[in-house]
């Protein structure tokens, strides 16, 4: 695939949504940014997302803009009881 994104006043670059669908990046994703060496190139690494807490990537749940996973969350409720 090749796009060109134009940078705005502000220094973003949007990601074509085709992008954005086939590497399933959604709005709070974080992606990596890393230069290589000797070339032009950049290359956007997206992050998977990861528990606040313990930093597990599997079995989250979105809370706001922030993933938790099913362990820490049930850990926090015994907490409220
Ligand atoms: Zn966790």
Redesign the pocket.
Known sequence: MKYISMMNLDGRIVIPKEICRKFNIEKGNKIEIVTVDDSEQIIFKKINPS??????EKYLIKVKDKF??E???EKAAKKQD
Not at 51 to 56: D, Q, T
């Open positions: 528990c606040v807490i313990c930093g597990a938790i996973c362990s820490c969350a």
